[in-house]
């Protein structure tokens, strides 16, 4: 089973900063899971090349999702598409963000099943659960998010 770190921000420079705990050696064999818009996902998952800059919050390791050997991976929480029910963070657990989630989930088990990580961290927030304040994210489907993260790193 692959470890799973629920991530606290707290301050820069500090654990719970994925920007400074990506290059620190200690996390070397760590996934860093940041939450992603749809649209750059999908432009990823597409070989999309303006997917590799930095986003806000734990999107700053964007840029990791990149190359031979990734060292991130994105979970979409919302999209920039001002005519989907779902801007500007996901309204309900519907058939298209299940399927949008579970192919964030497929990328994250193939990333597993590589061997190369022995922890998977993700933005944590004691009440909400999964951390992340760009979008705002139905509940429900935050939890089932970090469900399938639980999920993911038991089945690696």
């Given at each position: 089973?692959?470890a ?15 920007g400074?705990?990506?290059?620190q050696?200690g ?12 649209e750059?996902?999908?432009?990823h ?11 806000g ?8 999702q990149?190359g031979p050997e990734?060292?991130a991976a994105?979970v ?12 500007k ?12 989630i579970g ?31 760009i ?22």
């Open positions: 089973m692959v799973v770190i629920k991530s606290e921000f707290a301050g820069v420079g500090q654990e719970g900063d994925f400074w705990m990506i290059v050696p996390h070397a064999r760590t996934l860093f899971i940041f939450n992603d818009n749809e750059e996902f999908r432009e998952l597409g070989g999309g090349s303006h997917t590799c800059c930095a986003g919050g734990n999107a700053v390791v964007r840029p990791h990149c990734p060292r994105g979409p929480t919302g999209t920039y598409n001002k005519s989907s029910p779902h801007y963070g996901y309204k309900s657990l519907d058939a298209h963000v299940l399927a949008v192919d964030a989930m497929a990328r994250i088990d193939s990333l597993l099943r590589t061997g190369r990580f022995d922890a998977i961290a993700f933005s944590w927030h004691p009440e909400k659960k999964l951390g992340g304040y979008f705002t994210t139905a509940q429900v489907v935050r939890d089932h998010i970090v469900a399938e993260l639980l999920a993911v790193a038991t089945r690696n």
